[in-house]
């Protein structure tokens, strides 16, 4: 094979649709780039794993691959797990070159797959300037996440929410409902909720009953299989290939 192989590495979930979301969006992502080969795995619960995927490609004549991970954050899989599990299928598989990926977020597309969602689910561009925003993450423990977090809320802060909050849903308060209520007591007139998650799951339940619990006015969707979401990753397996020091038009 003369071109790398994408495998994009997913956390996983008991919950069916985590894994259905995350074969739509590399579905999109093999729309995209026609030619390219895109494969995915899983780091538990679903299947394929990230071993058994790497030995088959090996086994199959590929050379290299990219192996990008379905996070928003630099958090514990994407600087613990993930490394651990790709060197030990380098030390396994020496004939094959595997180049880790850096993680989704923060980018400017990720921003525009959370306007769409909160579009679709009835935000208009007229009631932001009385609308606040719970910008609702699964939560983390690690100080570089949760940095990154609070950067997105003052970043979206500028986009005409008249108000921006972040909430998680595990690791860190406040939570999404109290995230809500606050702006409620704040006064402001509505509340919009953007869950900053890819794909369904136990967390992003916790968002979406949160809201509801607190009755927000408007309830985004997971960021799911969007256009830009599958643009994104296609940017980061880009990156990725680019030795250091050198340029994309290069």
Known sequence: MTHPTLLV?????????????VHALTERVRAERPGLRVE???????APSVPRVLERLAAQGADEVVALPLLLTRAFHAKTDIPSVLREARARLPGLRIRQADVLGPS????????RRLREAGARPGDLPRTGLVLASAGSTDPEAIAVIAEIARELRHTGWCAVRPAFASALLPRTEDAVRALRAEGVDRVAVAPYVIAPGRLPDRIVAGAEAAGADVLADVLGPAPELARLLLNRFDEARVPVGASLSA
Request: proline share 7%; aromatic share 8%; charged share 15%.
């Open 40 to 46: 995915t795995a899983f780091l538990e619960f679903n």
């Open 108 to 115: 400017p597309l990720l921003n525009a797959t959370l306007g």
């Open 9 to 21: 590495i997913a956390h996983g979930s008991r919950d069916p649709r985590h894994a259905a979301t």
